[in-house]
């Protein structure tokens, strides 16, 4: 783990490394380089108070603390501050919260020791991941509340997962052999102050995005193959035309998908396809672009120190700001969960007209429908799905409340943000799964011969989970078994 600047991609493979993870020389260096320093300016009686090291936080700000008392305000501010509650953040996700507090740490701005640093590297590595509830944190100091319960079993507060069962840090540290992390002026305030936990579902979520991405395109190829469309939309004229990098792309991927095929080459009856298959690279390039902005607001936050105050030993300064504010993530996290979003509502219509009895496709896509209902329900799920996303993305960034008696007035809600993206994206990867399925019923049901042939290797792949159904059967399993199937797995795409 070193200074260098990192891409989503370094952050990803390093989250999935087997290899135990290691600070690089530099890293050490700029930790105990900035440790010193701040040690040397607290030795120095004349010095001016200075905030989350020899003050209260704040609005507790204006009253000074003895140095016999540091440690002790730094631990109150750990305990004191873990105040989480809901559901627990998901497990990958805290392996992400970890990885990038150590990154933002060792930058050597924040004053912490480097044992510090080294303990939550080994909680990182050997999987003993701290329970940290999902709520209480108004993005605007940080995540305090859920950073708080990342760090506590440094003091041997809290709970970790190990191995499966949840212990409590105290039994951990016993276990182990390890004594309880002795805070130093500064630490606590630097451990809970930052952005790791919305940057952490956000770093998380864009994994999720991108591979959704490449399934909206592929699917509505696959649809738009059992719906016998019409392929001039998806001309490079057309996209030119109108200059927009993502619905190039999403035109593209669609034309890779139906290369081949011979129901392409057949006559349409229809002049023209509805919206949801017409205007789809349009649709799913607009959301394809929002990830790309939030890529780069992503990887600038993965290389930034967010906690505060800063300290700057080069220049001799210590600086108090506002690093740890969530808005640049918080806009992002909104208009993610709006993309994606719109990836499943426009799947969702799809999916109607599939089982609208147009097009030579039997009513609710079944070979005997009456006595069958086919398809009818899952599009039900679907559409309450989407109707639940249209109220999540209500965008969290546009409230605020004023906290600590005044003097955090305004707050990002940049936390709140990133839970409601999650759930947007289950709802998503659910409401897509319900399109393949139905996609996949209505190629079956026109016959294979003539289907593009990369699609033909997705309808067999699929089959291998989930047969084509002659007639009703219980639909909730092999829902779930579509939505595994499909985000298991990295389409085969072209790049870039």
Request: aromatic share 6%.
């Amino acid at each position: 783990m070193d200074l260098k600047w990192w891409d989503l991609e370094k952050v990803w493979r390093l989250l999935e490394s087997e290899e135990p993870l290691q600070l690089s020389d530099d890293a050490v260096s700029a930790t105990e380089t900035c440790y010193n320093f701040l040690q040397q300016v607290i030795k120095d009686t004349d010095a001016d108070p200075i905030y989350g090291v020899n003050t209260g936080f704040g609005d507790l700000a204006h009253t000074r603390v003895s140095d016999a008392s540091l440690h002790l305000l730094q631990r109150n501010i750990l305990i004191s501050h873990a105040c989480g509650v809901g559901e627990d953040v998901p497990e990958p996700i805290v392996r992400a919260m970890l990885l990038l507090k150590i990154k933002s740490l060792s930058k050597g701005h924040s004053g912490v020791q480097l044992a510090t640093v080294q303990r939550l590297l080994d909680h990182l590595n050997l999987g003993m991941l701290p329970v940290v509830p999902s709520q209480g944190s108004l993005g605007a100091s940080g995540d305090l509340a859920p950073l708080s319960h990342l760090v506590l079993p440094l003091i041997g507060e809290g709970e970790v997962h190990v191995e499966g069962a949840v212990v409590r840090s105290a039994d951990l540290l016993l276990a182990k052999g390890w004594d309880p992390i002795h805070l130093g002026a500064k630490e606590g305030l630097a451990l809970i102050n930052g952005t790791q936990m919305m940057l952490g579902y956000g770093v998380m979520a864009l994994r999720r995005l991108e591979r959704i991405s490449e399934w909206a395109d592929a699917l509505c190829a696959w649809s738009l193959e059992a719906w016998h469309g019409r392929s001039e939309p998806f001309d490079p004229a057309i996209h030119e035309a109108r200059n927009h990098d993502g619905a190039k792309t999403s035109a593209a991927r669609i034309r890779y998908w139906v290369e081949g095929s011979a129901w392409q080459r057949e006559a349409r009856k229809q002049v023209q396809d509805p919206y949801s298959f017409r205007c789809a690279p349009q649709v799913h390039g607009a959301s394809r672009h929002a990830i790309g902005v939030a890529r780069e607001v992503f990887e600038e936050e993965i290389n930034a120190v967010t906690d505060n105050p800063l300290i700057f030993p080069e220049s001799g300064k210590i600086l108090s700001g506002g690093n740890f504010h969530g808005q640049p993530l918080a806009l992002q996290l909104d208009q993610l969960a709006l993309a994606a979003h719109e990836w499943g509502s426009i799947s969702e219509r799809r999916t109607f007209k599939l089982l609208s009895g147009r097009q030579g496709l039997p009513a609710f896509l079944s070979p005997d429908p009456g006595l069958n209902s086919g398809f009818m329900i899952p599009q039900y799920t679907s559409a309450a799905l989407v109707s639940q996303n249209k109220q999540l993305c209500m965008p969290a960034s546009s409230d605020t409340i004023d906290s600590s008696n005044g003097q955090e007035d305004h707050v990002s809600m940049g936390a709140n943000a990133a839970l409601k993206l999650w759930r947007v994206l289950d709802n998503v990867e659910q409401v897509l799964a319900v399109e393949c399925m139905s996609a996949a019923q209505a190629v079956d049901l026109k016959g294979r011969t003539g289907l593009a042939p990369k699609l033909g290797k997705l309808q067999d792949g699929l089959r291998e989970h989930v047969p084509f159904l002659k007639e009703d059967a219980f639909m909730q399993p092999l829902m779930l078994a579509t939505r595994d199937w499909m985000f298991s797995q990295d389409l085969d795409t072209p790049k870039g």
